[in-house]
């Protein structure tokens, strides 16, 4: 299960803060399916980012199965992003260095 408890996330510096997600909670069960809709600029993509651990979050606490991602280790997190985390991107993420060949 997926929990998100009142996570908070602050872009900025202390002259100028941006408050991009406010006490957001919500839990996922296994096997739910989880849709998340908004205005642009409503913290769609910084949500995501911080649940991938691509970004930290401020305030609060994420937990998968009752463990709290924030505190994995590098290799942890490595293990979480390799075995656990998929993402399907909305636009081609391809690196034109790369060939089939």
């Not at 081609?92 to 060939?99: C, G, V, Y």
Request: proline share 0%; aromatic share 8%; net charge negative.
């Amino acid at each position: 299960m997926l929990q998100v408890q009142n996570i908070e996330k602050y872009y900025g510096s202390k002259s100028n803060v941006t408050k991009a997600l406010d006490r957001v909670s919500f839990d996922v069960e296994a096997g739910e399916f989880l849709a998340i809709m908004g205005a642009s600029g409503s913290g769609k993509t910084t949500l995501l980012n911080c649940i991938s651990t691509i970004d930290t979050i401020s305030a609060g606490e994420i937990l998968l199965d009752g463990v709290s991602i924030a505190g994995l280790s590098e290799g942890e997190l490595a293990k979480f992003r390799r075995e656990r985390l998929g993402f399907v991107f909305q636009d081609f993420n391809l690196l034109d260095t790369l060939t089939i060949e």
